[in-house]
């Protein structure tokens, strides 16, 4: 009887990404009482920009197999549940392997009749990797959005947009947070899902250390999306300057855009952006007849030649 009249734990969880939101919704839905504190906005970092692809069995074999088949099922089951292909763009997915070649002519013929009609360029051993029943997508943003929005309303989670400064422990246990600017949050316990922030903590860094690496994520909008089919490319990019392939990553989306995806590099300046653009510009070659060229769609960051002086 006494347990009944226990209030909920008041969990604070810090950062307003997919990781953050997700525990968010699971905490509340299981009774804590939560707030979420995000220093910017919702699924402003990676979240907002990820290829939101989801594969079942692509770790089979590795410590994260069982996670990674759980989180799969998950995401269909929670798409059934929040209305998923309507509210966050949800679908099942076709997925190939590829590879391109940047030497060969920009108008090859099509090498393979597994390609979708909209990739006409010099490309070749496409091979799948994933089927409907194997592979997924989500709009990231709109996912980590709609969760938010079903935490708030479903299970009472609180949001607070302010920067979270320290966690305080008291005798070995979290009593609080610290925001900027001195407000308080009580807390029973506390979860930390700042991304490559994390480290940023000095509770945490003296523990162990988490970096991010630089991921390019360009968006393209094609003239006629109706015409793009829902396949997932992996490519295996040569380059005509010789080195190791390039291994970009192409995800269409239901709301009519193409992401282009990958080459990680270190965190440096935003002159390294140039790789990215190069590929960009390639890779269209190999999708034109559906799209806007990016010597366009990227005016802002003025032409190619410009480009090296970003
Ligand atoms: C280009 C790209 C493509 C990707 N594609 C995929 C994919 O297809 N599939 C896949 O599964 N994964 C993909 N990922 C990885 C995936 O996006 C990340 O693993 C995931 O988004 C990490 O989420 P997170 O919540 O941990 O971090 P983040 O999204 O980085 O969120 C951390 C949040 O913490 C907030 N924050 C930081 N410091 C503070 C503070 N002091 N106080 C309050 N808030 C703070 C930030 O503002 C941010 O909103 C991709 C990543 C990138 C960059």
């Known amino acids: 009887m006494e347990e009944q009249h226990k209030p909920p734990k008041r969990v604070v969880v810090c950062g307003g990404g997919v990781i953050g939101v997700c525990t968010a919704y699971f905490l ?50 929670l798409a059934r549940e929040l209305n998923g292909p309507q509210s966050y763009g949800y679908r099942p997915l076709d997925t190939l392997s590829l590879s391109i070649t940047e030497s060969e002519p920009a108008h090859g013929r099509r090498l393979s009749s597994k390609l979708p ?32 929005s079903k935490a708030m309303s479903l299970y009472g989670v609180e949001v607070v947009i302010g920067k979270l400064e320290r966690v305080e422990v008291e005798e070995g246990r979290v009593r609080a947070v610290a925001l900027e600017g001195r407000e308080v949050v009580e807390a029973d316990a506390v979860v930390l899902a700042l991304g490559p922030w994390t480290s940023k903590l000095s509770l945490l860094s003296s523990l ?33 300057q010789g080195g ?60 190619p030649r410009a480009w090296s002086r970003v």
């Open 28 to 77: 509340a839905k299981k009774g804590a009482a939560v707030t979420l504190i995000e220093k910017s906005s919702i699924a402003c970092a990676a979240s907002g920009k990820a290829g939101g692809f989801l594969a079942l069995d692509w770790c089979d074999g590795g410590p994260l197999s069982s996670l990674a088949r759980a989180s799969f099922n998950l995401h269909r089951s």
């Open 117 to 148: 009609s909209w990739v006409d360029g010099p490309s070749g051993n496409a091979r799948p990797i994933g089927t409907t029943e194997t592979t997924a997508q989500v709009h990231p943003q709109l996912f980590t959005r709609a969760l938010l």
């Open 208 to 240: 162990f250390r988490v970096y991010g690496l630089k991921a390019h994520s360009i968006v393209l909008e094609p003239k006629e999306p109706d015409a793009i089919t829902p396949h997932a490319l992996f490519l295996s990019y040569y380059s005509a």
């Open 244 to 303: 190791k392939p390039l291994d970009p990553e192409v995800y269409p989306r239901p709301t009519g855009v193409i992401t282009y995806q990958g080459i990680s590099l270190p965190l440096c300046g935003v002159r390294e952006v140039q790789p990215a653009l190069d590929f960009a510009l390639w890779t269209w070659k190999v999708v034109r007849p559906f799209g806007t060229p990016p010597s366009e769609r990227i005016a802002t960051l003025g032409s």
